[in-house]
């Protein structure tokens, strides 16, 4: 696609649900990053992959979260027994392989937990 | 480690006067800076980046932004202010790896930029 994609858009879920997050990112970036924002605040870093490994997954909160890369494309942001703290926007980017590149944001997931 | 500073929460600035918005940095080796803007409800555009070369960046919507090594600072400037340019702004340096990678991009905690009639 031209850009990144997240789906679903919103979700809205009871508190103790699994949810699962998804990001297409743009066709041949081999860099994927996820961040999370509360409402109007700043990025908080989850994880990055490089391919399908993630050398740095040392934003992930809790052992609730955890996220996995296939074929070197799509990824998951999957959190378990969700709690309402983790109410945000989360964020998905990717970019080329190098630190020049700057990275491309999909729209977002808004969850919410009820 | 590579960190970036954003000391004002928010600027205000009329419409039509430049506008200046904040950042220093912290790296171990060369900065690889970026600037991106997040609208009301919408993700986040890159603005510009300073890789190498000329200290002064352009960048879109008729931004700027200068590299000064010697202040560690990567300010974004635009000589006239729009309304429309209201929005949160985000400063963001390249994280290294020691062993010689390169890894997430650090953000800065935002600006909120209000721009007014």
């Known amino acids: 696609g031209a850009g990144v994609s997240q789906s679903p858009s919103n979700k809205v879920t009871e508190k103790g649900k699994d949810v699962e997050l998804r990001c297409d990112p743009i066709s041949g970036h081999t860099a994927l990053y996820w961040y999370r924002q509360s409402l109007g605040q700043g990025l908080e870093f989850l994880i990055y992959f490089q391919g399908n490994s993630a050398p740095d997954k040392s934003g992930l909160p809790s052992d609730r979260f955890s996220a996995e890369r296939t074929g070197g494309s799509v990824s998951t942001l999957t959190i378990q027994r969700t709690q309402q703290e983790d109410s945000a926007v989360y964020l998905c980017a990717s970019s080329p392989f190098g630190p020049n590149f700057e990275a491309f944001f999909g729209q977002g997931t808004r969850l919410t937990v009820v | 480690a590579q960190s970036v500073a954003q000391p004002e929460d928010q600027v205000n600035v009329a419409e039509g006067n430049p506008l200046t918005v904040k950042c220093t940095y912290s790296v171990s080796g060369n900065p690889y800076l970026f600037w991106y803007v997040q609208y009301p409800n919408r993700g986040l555009q890159f603005l510009l980046k300073y890789i190498t070369g000329d200290n002064l960046v352009k960048g879109s919507y008729g931004f700027e932004a200068e590299f000064n090594k010697s202040q560690t600072s990567f300010h974004l400037k635009k000589p006239s202010a729009l309304v429309s340019d209201s929005a949160l702004y985000f400063c963001?340096?390249?994280?290294?790896?020691?062993?010689?990678?390169?890894?997430?991009?650090?953000f800065g905690a935002g600006t909120r930029l209000a721009v007014h009639p």
């Open positions: 963001a340096v390249r994280d290294l790896i020691p062993s010689g990678g390169y890894n997430k991009l650090i």
